[in-house]
């Protein structure tokens, strides 16, 4: 995003069921007839995505559902953007400001649930939707097309631009799409995500670098030979121990998550390799 300044707003989508109460503007009145006019839809592609729970990158079924929704609605939906084929752009309306929403939709491996609320997998051991993602993306594109009718019927002026942005829980798709500059001539972006409460929110993500450690030992038989071994899993287990002393000399902005990738693989031999995966994040880069 290199010419402009674009905001971030978190921005929940709830429906006309909540605001009855309160002091709302004729044109989030026009806003929100728009969404309740879409919510059975909405619903089925929620729904869709849920049952297809497709884990990154593999999000074909999900991505389309939300493209083809949008493009029935009257939007150009460029797909395969930023050499990722379940990304997609769509856009309708024409000058400023252009008006960007975002939408995830990717699931989690292993977390197959039936829509109930004690565990229950819809497939044993495939993926699922654990925060939200077939919300995310549904809702997301449900707001895209209320501001859309919006400039159609000239309550407001300007481009809206919906952003299908894959793979959200493992590799972070947006990163691709602001290489490409695909947010460069964005005035604003907003995104939200699924919550226990409704609430507007501006607020940044956290900066974050990801990074591989392996270690490197000697094989032997845990029981005729150990004395001959060097344990790569001895190695793993003093770094992240090193790592866990480590927290509490560090600010608390700062996270730190790990995740054991290969810790040997049978018990009876001293493991010569193992590998870690590390996350760091901070409010900004330099922490
Ligand atoms: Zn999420």
Redesign the pocket.
């Known amino acids: 995003m290199k010419n402009t300044k674009p905001i971030l707003l978190l921005l929940f989508l709830g429906f006309a069921g909540h605001l009855h109460a309160q002091k709302i503007s004729a044109d989030k009145k026009e806003l929100i007839a728009h969404l309740e006019d879409q919510q059975e839809e909405m619903i089925t592609l929620s729904d869709s995505i849920w049952a297809a729970a497709e884990v990154a990158f593999e999000e074909s079924t999900s991505s389309e559902l939300l493209a083809t929704y949008a493009e029935a609605n009257g939007f150009k939906v460029e797909r395969g953007v930023a050499g990722m084929p379940t990304a997609f752009v769509a856009s309708y309306g024409s000058g400023k400001p252009v008006i960007g929403i975002l939408g995830?939709f990717d699931a989690l491996p292993g977390i197959s649930q039936k829509a109930q609320p004690t565990k229950a997998p819809l497939h044993e051991g495939a993926a699922g939707h654990g925060?939200?993602?077939n919300l995310?993306g549904t809702a997301s594109l449900g707001a895209a097309v209320a501001i859309k009718k919006m400039i159609e019927e000239g309550t407001l002026k300007g481009t809206i631009k919906f952003y299908g942005t894959p793979a959200e829980?493992k590799y972070f798709g947006k990163i691709w799409m602001v290489e490409a500059g695909l947010f460069d001539d964005l005035d604003v972006c907003m995104d939200w995500?699924p919550s226990a409460s409704t609430k507007a929110d501006v607020q940044s993500s956290l900066a974050l670098v990801d990074f591989i450690v392996e270690f490197n030992g000697q094989a032997a038989h845990a029981s005729s030979d150990p004395w001959n071994g060097r344990s790569a899993s001895d190695a793993l287990e003093l770094y992240t121990t090193g790592i866990n002393y480590y927290r509490e000399h560090i600010k608390p902005t700062v996270r730190i998550h790990y995740h054991i990738q290969d810790g040997g693989q049978v018990v009876n031999v001293v493991p010569d390799y193992s590998k870690l995966w590390v996350r760091v994040r901070d409010t900004k880069r330099e922490g």
């Open positions: 995830e925060c939200g993602h995310f829980e995500h």
